[in-house]
């Protein structure tokens, strides 16, 4: 516990604490020097034996070698000379007692014991005996850097972390110097090298103890050379993290009637099957240096023992030896979430058997006075009732099933080298939607308390007597994050965070699900202290627990490991444990050749059974949160876009959609029984979506992308069903597709799914980053971005392979390539793609129009970090690109080049050009009034093979531009005959882009464009 320390004030901290504020700034980066440390795969049972300094020495620029004992270290001018230096060294290292043992349990600590527990649970007529499990995998981050500066005698020290506790002591004990030498100054790594904001407080925990290893490695690089040094500890380049911790708890309950006040637990036993705690900085450990504090009080400071009194007690941990990052990066106090949870679910299950009121089962057997007027406050700020009381109130449940949960946690911390007693207290309601399964938190009540552990009575005073508004912010910033990951799917909880954490980090943790709600927070005033709770882990220790605890009064299903997702409580409700339990190999393999066997049947199936009508679901069948995540997942896909017509209710269907087999018409969607989808059943839609089977059983046209449909994950298709089941209904008969023969015969996309659909999720690639993978999983499926930017075959399919995303037609509108074939005069970096998609404009490519402008319009709807991820992903198909400053060159040159042309150009096209565009697209024209003037030297369009889009452009306008910045560009379709609009984009595409060939069969698309407006076969603007 000694590298756990309260965040000060800025106005507690002081000379003789050594902690500077972070407006004390590092030196100059050019002053700065970068190390490299080399560590076998197991730090703690390796020894170095050789290695070859004068190999790095030869690499440019490397400064120094650094060898002490275990610890070896490069230093260079460059973080890329010194990785090249550390590789030249070639350490030979000799592995201590092997890996093979390494998790195999190596001894058993009784930690606290009262009585006799075993033979009380032993005589017990009644025992409850469960096993809950946390990952471990979670609670490390991949990297912190820091920056060490040794001058004359004395260590700075600048590292990502508030909470230094007892490192200064480390420090100085490594370096063999006094702790009045040693300064640390905290920064938000965001500052320096990509922040960490997202995390939540266990990631933010675990933060702390990975920066303290690069403050060692920096601190003794930074002695050995006398200058500044930067290093970057890397958690990844270890093994793999150890998987679950597993706390098994048997209980007995004690006589009386059941719901009496006699009900209460008279033993308790509980094993935690661990790992040893690596608090230390590696950099000691590695060099032989003995720590400078003791570890006294750390069991109680973990959560290991509960802090509850019991007749018959005992609490003992397993350790187990295991040799990878995890051990050396997870923060103790974050690991104390993991026995926190054990502890209060088992409180919560022992009060559901013993039909007692599970906060009046804690009061009974927690003595501690000032932790128990924390618990009652809490309760009566949150209105609480018992289960019993609430489930007489309750009314039958319907779609929506809510909740409630306590949860308690009393731990030590350190104040410095001075334990610090922290108590935390929540009451957590939740809604499950039955449907769906998916869990949101809506309110959180809480309660937190701390004070230093002293003799003094004054000691225990709380340190604020009401919470200031930033502190109330962090604290709800901390709470909204440990719900959104405590309720997100396993890949979310095991990234450790739901925000993005670093945006140039390949391991950034994006959000896995759409549409999550942050909880109305509610802390409780009188004995809490909000000072410092960002910097306190006890605000939210109990935050797992008590989401569980709620979710199982609301569901009646006990969760025993995280994460609480909407499929896991899904397959619970429904009584499906295929999900939980694993089967035997063979049956996995049997069930997979049965389901490829039907799916085979069921694709080239001409015709298909229909799915008998369902009553539509009540009002309130689906919780909000529900809704909202498929709200999102609709503007994600673009539903309105195609379901909504011109002029017409939204979702109502009756837009044409202009294909080469004839025109087809889009459905009603909204909840109307006669010609919506009111009646159909969730079976039905999601066969739709991904089968493109219609509910009575007739096969639907590929002008659905129910191809791309199919990627979507049950968690989106659910609440994309719940959000659309919730609308208003519209009653729309929508127009009926008639196609010439023999494209009017439906049965035969039968044998078109066989040749092209592939009903298959999404499976992300683990070679590739989270965000990109984030990416993918929006534009490959509900995106959809190939169904317009990819070419199509002769029978309408997709191109895929290398034509993918190499361009198509969309709507009478050129759908421009997004790989390295784009026309585009200046190379699309993933910054611009990010604001063309987010804003509908970018400066060095235009803005969005035709079909691209409503879909802009969707995207806004989505978080930003999704719209980066999409960004991110179709970056990656043209990964050569320049940098900066060789895009600004080219952007300059080629307005320049258009400028000079405009002197040399003359007569009635040029007198066209300044009359209706000069004004708002030449900078020395006009009034800044209309907004930003977009360049037409950078425009994508007037670069393409095709005149389509510039045709458009100048025919139809852009009346109502996505982005704030533009104005609208009037159509001149009524203002122009066709010799003029043809003069006009001949012109442009002469001035703006010169090394392109004059296009080809203007007239003609022209005619073709007009003739298709004038139908009202093309697309919405």
């Known amino acids: 516990m000694n590298d756990l320390a309260r965040v000060p004030d800025r106005g507690e901290l002081t000379q003789a604490a050594r902690v500077a504020t972070p407006a004390c700034p590092p030196p100059a980066r050019e002053q700065w020097l970068f190390g490299e440390v080399v560590r076998p795969h197991d730090p703690h049972g390796a020894r170095l034996r050789s290695f070859d300094a004068d190999a790095a020495r030869a690499v440019a620029d490397v400064v120094a070698v650094v060898s002490r004992g275990n610890f070896l270290a490069v230093v260079a001018r460059s973080p890329a000379q010194a990785a090249a230096g550390a590789a030249a060294l070639r350490p030979v290292w000799a592995e201590v007692g092997g890996r093979a043992d390494r998790r195999v349990p190596r001894r058993r600590r009784m930690l606290a014991s009262r009585g006799d527990a075993a033979s009380a649970l032993a005589s017990a007529a009644s025992r409850l005996e469960r096993d809950y499990r946390w990952p471990l995998a979670g609670m490390a981050p991949p990297a912190a850097t820091a920056i060490a500066d040794w001058r004359e005698g004395e260590l700075r020290v600048w590292l990502p972390d508030s909470r230094p506790g007892a490192l200064r002591a480390e420090l100085a004990k490594l370096l063999e110097i006094s702790e009045a030498a040693v300064t640390l100054i905290c920064w938000h790594e965001d500052e320096h090298d990509g922040g960490h904001d997202g995390a939540d407080i266990t990631g933010r925990l675990a933060q702390a103890s990975v920066s303290h290893h690069a403050a060692a490695d920096a601190a003794l690089l930074a002695q050995a050379v006398g200058a500044p040094v930067q290093v970057r500890f890397d958690a990844a380049a270890f093994d793999d993290a150890a998987g679950w911790m597993t706390t098994r708890i048997a209980s007995a309950t004690s006589t009386g009637e059941p ?75 974050a690991e104390a979430v993991a026995h926190v949870f054990a502890h209060e679910s088992h409180l919560d299950e022992a009060a559901a058997v013993g039909g007692v009121d599970p906060v009046a089962l804690r009061l009974r057997h927690l003595h501690d006075e000032r932790g128990a007027a924390l618990v009652r406050q809490v309760a009566q700020q949150a209105g609480w009732q018992s289960p019993a009381q609430r489930a007489s109130a309750r009314e039958p449940a319907a779609g929506v099933r809510r909740g ?151 569901t009646g299903v006990r969760l025993r490991e995280p994460p609480f997702s909407g499929e896991r409580v899904r397959l619970a409700l429904a009584g499906d444990r295929a999900g939980a339990v694993p089967s035997r190999r063979k049956r996995h393999w049997l069930l997979a050749a049965g389901a490829a066997v039907a799916g085979l049947c069921a694709t080239v199936m001409p015709w298909r059974s229909a799915i008998a009508p369902v009553a539509p679901p009540e009002p309130g069948f689906y919780s909000a949160a529900t809704i909202e995540r498929g709200r999102l997942v609709a503007a994600a896909g673009d539903c309105a876009v195609c379901h909504t017509a011109p002029n017409g209710a939204k979702n109502a269907g009756g837009l044409p959609l202009e294909t080469p087999f004839g025109t087809i018409y889009s459905t009603n969607i909204t909840p109307d029984v006669d010609t919506g989808i009111g009646n159909w059943s969730y079976a039905a839609f999601e066969r739709a979506m991904r089968e493109g089977i219609h509910r009575d059983g007739r096969r639907l046209y590929p002008a659905f992308p129910y191809t791309a449909f199919a990627r979507i994950s ?44 592939r009903n298959e999720p999404f499976q992300p690639d683990p070679s590739r980053s989270v965000q990109w993978n984030r990416g993918a999983y929006l534009a490959e499926g509900l995106g959809h971005c190939s169904a317009c930017h990819s070419p199509r075959n002769a029978f309408g399919a997709e191109k895929g392979g290398r034509a993918y995303l190499t361009g198509g037609q969309a709507e009478g509108w050129e759908a421009p390539a997004l790989t390295s074939l784009s026309r585009a005069p200046i190379p699309w970096t993933e910054e611009d793609l990010f604001q063309y998609l987010r804003t509908g404009y970018s400066a060095r490519h235009g803005a969005a129009a ?59 096209a040029d007198r066209l050009y300044q009359s209706a565009c000069a004004v708002c697209h030449q900078p020395d024209q006009g009034v800044p009034m209309f907004g930003v003037k977009p360049s037409l030297a950078l425009n994508t369009n007037l670069h393409s093979d095709k005149p389509d889009n510039v045709i458009q452009a100048v025919l139809k306008g852009i009346p109502a531009p996505s982005s704030n910045a533009l104005g609208d560009m009037p159509g001149f379709a009524d203002s122009f005959d066709d010799r003029q609009v043809a003069e006009l984009v001949h012109y442009l595409r002469a001035r703006f882009a010169p090394d392109k060939p004059a296009w080809q069969g203007v007239d003609q698309a022209i005619t073709r464009i007009r003739t298709g407006a004038a139908t009202g076969a093309h697309g919405v603007q």
């Open 259 to 333: 719901g009496s006040d006699a009900v209460g637990l008279f033993a308790y036993q509980a094993t935690a099957t661990t790992m040893p705690l690596h608090v230390r900085p590696l950099a000691s450990i590695q060099t032989g240096t003995p720590s400078a504090v003791s570890d006294v009080g750390s069991d109680e400071a973990l959560g290991l023992v509960p802090p509850y009194r019991f007749d018959h007690l005992e609490v003992a941990s397993t350790d187990t030896v295991h040799t990878s990052a995890a051990p050396i990066a997870v923060n103790p106090l």
């Open 404 to 554: 409630r949960g306590f949860a308690y946690a009393s731990v030590l911390e350190a104040d410095g080298d001075k334990p610090m007693h922290s108590w935390a207290a929540w009451v957590a309601d939740v809604e499950v939607d039955a449907f769906s399964g998916e869990v949101s938190v809506t309110r959180v009540t809480v309660g937190h308390d701390s004070a230093a552990s002293a003799a003094s009575p004054s000691a225990f005073a709380p340190r604020d007597a009401a919470p200031s508004l930033e502190h109330a912010l962090e604290l709800e910033h901390d709470i909204a994050q440990a719900t959104r990951r405590l309720t997100a799917d396993k890949h979310a909880f095991d990234n450790g965070s739901i925000a993005s954490a670093d945006p140039s980090a390949d391991s950034s943790a994006l959000p896995a699900t759409l549409g999550t709600f942050a909880p109305e927070v509610r802390v409780v005033g009188g004995l809490t202290t909000t000072a410092g709770l960002r910097g306190s882990a006890a605000a939210t220790l109990p935050a797992a627990a008590a989401i569980a605890n709620a979710i199982f009064d609301a």
């Open 714 to 757: 049950e968690g989106d298709m659910r609440a994309l069903y719940a959000y659309l089941m919730s609308a208003e209904p519209v009653r729309a008969p929508a127009p009926k597709t008639e196609l010439a023969f023999p494209f009017n015969l439906r049965p035969l996309m039968a044998g078109w799914n066989l040749l092209f659909h």
């Open 850 to 908: 035709g079909p691209m402008a409503p879909v802009v319009d969707e995207l806004a709807q989505l978080p930003e970090s999704d719209v980066r991820a999409i960004a991110h992903y179709v970056a990656s198909f043209n990964p050569s690109v320049p940098d900066a400053a060789t895009i600004e060159r080219q952007a300059r040159e080629l307005q320049q080049r258009s400028a000079t042309l405009a002197r040399t150009m003359t007569g009635t």
